[in-house]
């Protein structure tokens, strides 16, 4: 019975089968060998071939389809034997796995790649064939399994495990005897010669023929089939449509530009900018006719201007050069100055950089910090409301009360006055003696006042010459107060004591006289020295005295209910200028020239120094919360520090023209102030924040002009009302004002 032709023939070899396709089939088979065998079609190349012009007829299409038809190889009759890969080809597709009969490997390779196999752990496979199937874990076999295999099974010493795929794998014969090979540091291969003699194909022995000489094939003569199909298959894409060249490319639909992440093209940019901003350098100027070598005579100097020639200095001379005249070019000799000449024109390029730089537009007014309205930050001293005049010296200090009812003053003219601040009345003044200096009588200096803070006392301290006196003015406190007051002071001379081994009292406290009594004196602290700085502690038991001469005296603290004084510094750094105390910690400031020195009274050691950075410091003051100090120096400068964030200055306000004679917070209101000598006091609106995230807010708020300036000297102290906003100055023209 003929074979049909939807089915294959079956020829039976003895136990083996094999099925041959029909005729018709292994046509089709080999013309997919050959559409195999060509390359796909590559769009790349769309624009190489757009360009190309192809005349191609039908008929040329039609004889190499021919040719490909008959290239196809004949399918084998019946009775001949098929190969694998036609059965393979004819037939379904046949899976080696486990049910597989195949001959090939029984377990697909695993292709998870070099990874840690314990991610497979509580998985149950193992990893991916190549064609994205799971591979199934095998039985996993425990101790007993294994000494089991070890005594049953003979090739259980040969045996080695495969993490990656899961299992054992026997080794063979020949893989055992690479291993000995190995342990025993011979090759792998036996029959390898690592001494055998090397042919010299490449030497120096010159041979007549090369060692390769075999003929051109024919492929390099022919042109190629491949080829040819390929361009006619771009030919048919090109005119059904599918593929289209740059130029007839839709620009709307052409994907936007990529680039690299990493690209430095920007630096390219750069740099070539630069490059183009470099300007040509100017060239020499040419020669004119005074350097030809046969000139007119009007460019020839006569003797008079080569005198004068001679006698200038070369950079005040016209020409570098003396105008020479030769009958012909052959007699001109070398010229001297040439290398001189080269050598100054190189250094004018070398010392002359030329560039051209891009001037930036920026708004001026972008520049300056946006900063509130001074009108919204009222309120502040704006205007001159009282003048005390009475003094007939320069005026250093003054203190006003805790109550802000009473202003003491001091100055050169040697006296003390007591006013009222509402009013501007004089109550009371205590006037000292004169004292000779260099052979004539002079007034003592008041140097300092200062009220005691406390509002339980009644009691001021000032500084004169040598002496610290304790004062209560008599009737201006109520009687209750008055009598504490002389209580506290009296009760300090009963409990006397010295300080020191020797027993020697560093300063006198002194009992005052009847006369002084009625007047107000509590007490009198006689120093070694001449004293010029007072300042409070904020419960106003202790005062600190600044005296003069740098050595361990310089420095004194004073007990007002104990009388007792101490030297916290055995020698102090530099000479100092201020001492004050920190409002809410055992802290103490100490001011020389140039640094503030910050010490903790209770474990006497340094914690911090301020560095302004100006020349000579002032005046100092500190903030009511203690985080922020204030600075005012000679060099006109202004410095705002915080002590939270550096020891360099958070601000530097150079707004005077002249040197800072003192600086001031208010107690209570987010103002301070500054005082110089150019007479004028600046008023500033400085708000601490809470948050420490957030840094002060300083505002310039007004410029107060009112005192006098004499002999160089302007406004001398400047203080801030402990309640009202209002602030009070001292100056050289012999005047205290009030500014409200």
């Known amino acids: 019975m003929p074979p049909q032709k939807t089915k294959a023939n079956t020829k039976v070899n003895g136990s083996k089968a094999k099925v041959t396709p029909p005729a018709s089939m292994t046509k089709k088979v080999g013309q997919k060998r050959a559409l195999r065998s060509t390359k796909p079609l590559d769009t790349s190349d769309e ?120 299992q054992n794998i026997v080794l063979t ?7 000995k090979r190995i342990q025993s540091g011979h090759y792998t291969q036996v029959d ?4 055998e003699p090397m042919v010299e194909f490449f030497s120096s022995k010159t041979m007549e023929h090369p060692v390769t000489n075999a003929p051109e094939p024919k492929s390099r003569f022919v042109p190629s089939k491949w080829e040819a199909k390929r361009v006619i298959r771009m030919v048919r894409a090109i005119r059904e449509g599918r593929v289209h060249s740059r130029r007839r490319q839709d620009p709307s639909k052409k994907d936007g530009d990529f680039y690299h992440l990493w690209d430095d093209t920007k630096d390219k940019a750069a740099s070539t900018d630069h490059v183009t901003a470099l300007i040509p350098a100017p060239k020499m100027a040419l020669p004119d006719h005074s350097e030809s070598y046969n000139p007119p005579k009007e460019y020839l100097l006569d003797e008079d201007e080569e005198a004068a020639w001679k006698d200038a200095a070369p950079e005040d001379r016209e020409r570098n050069y003396m105008p020479s005249k030769f009958d012909t070019l052959r007699h001109v000799p070398a010229y001297r100055q040439f290398i001189q000449e080269r050598y100054e024109r190189c250094m004018n390029l070398y010392l002359s950089p030329r560039i051209r730089k891009h001037r930036l537009n920026i708004d001026p007014e972008s520049l300056i910090p946006k900063l509130p309205d001074p009108k919204d930050l009222e309120p502040f001293p704006s205007r001159l409301a009282l003048t005390f005049r009475g003094h007939t010296g320069r005026i250093r200090s003054f203190s006003v009360d805790p109550t802000g009812m009473w202003l003491i003053s001091g100055g050169d003219d040697g006296l003390i006055k007591l006013w009222m601040l509402s ?28 009220w005691n803070p406390n509002r339980d006392v009644c009691l001021f301290a000032a500084s004169v010459e040598d002496r610290v006196l304790l004062i209560s003015p008599p009737k201006v406190a109520d009687l209750s107060v008055q009598l504490s007051t002389e209580s506290l002071v009296n009760a300090g001379f009963s409990l006397l004591k010295t300080s020191g081994d020797d027993k020697v009292s560093i300063v006198d406290w002194e009992k005052p006289s009847a006369q002084q009594a009625t007047e107000g004196y509590l007490a009198i602290l006689r120093h070694p020295r001449s004293t010029s700085g007072i300042t409070w502690h904020r419960r106003g038991d202790y005062f ?85 100090v204030l600075i005012g120096a000679y060099d006109r400068r202004t ?83 402990p309640t009202q906003p209002w602030l009070l100055s001292s100056g050289a023209d012999q005047t205290i004002r009030l500014w409200c």
């Open 639 to 721: 410095c705002w520090f915080d002590m939270d964030l550096s020891s360099k200055p958070y601000k530097t306000l150079r707004y005077h023209k002249k040197a800072v004679r003192s600086v001031a917070y208010h107690r209570n209101q987010p103002l301070f102030a500054s005082a110089s000598d150019d007479g004028t006091l600046q008023v500033f609106h400085g708000m601490v924040y809470n948050d420490l995230m957030q840094n002060p807010l300083i505002v310039p708020v007004k410029i107060l002009r009112g005192h006098q300036v004499k002999e160089g000297l302007g406004v001398l102290y400047c203080e801030f009302h």
């Open 544 to 628: 600190a005295c600044l005296c003069s001469l740098g050595d361990s005296m310089t420095v004194l603290i004073h007990q007002l209910s104990k009388h007792q004084t101490q030297r916290p510094f055995q020698k102090t750094k530099g000479a100092v200028q201020q001492v004050t105390f920190h409002p809410t910690k055992p802290h103490f400031f100490v001011v020389t020239q140039r640094y503030v020195r910050v010490y903790n009274l209770q474990q006497q050691q340094l914690i911090k120094t301020l560095q302004p950075g100006v020349k000579w410091i002032s005046s100092v003051d500190v903030h009511p919360q203690g985080d922020n």
């Open 47 to 166: 624009e190489d071939f757009s360009t190309v012009t192809l005349d191609m007829n039908s008929s040329d299409e039609e004889d190499l389809e021919e040719e490909e038809e008959k290239e196809v190889e004949p399918a084998p009759q019946e009775g001949e034997n098929a190969t694998d890969s036609d059965d393979y080809l004819a037939g379904d597709k046949i899976e080696a796995d486990y049910d597989s009969d195949s001959s090939t490997d029984m377990m697909a390779e695993n292709t998870v790649g070099n990874i840690p196999m314990e991610w497979y752990d509580d998985l149950p496979h193992i990893g991916y064939d190549l064609n994205g199937q799971k591979i199934i874990k095998g039985e996993r076999s425990d101790e007993l399994d294994k000494f089991l295999s070890n005594a049953d099974d003979p090739d259980a010493w040969r045996s080695v495990r495969d993490e990656l795929m899961q």
């Open 173 to 179: 014969q020949d893989e055992l005897e690479i291993i």
């Open 423 to 450: 009013t501007g009345r004089c109550l009371r003044t205590w006037s000292f003696p004169k004292v000779r200096r260099d052979g004539q009588e002079a007034s003592v200096v008041v140097s300092k006042v200062a």
């Open 192 to 195: 390898y010669d690592p001494y």
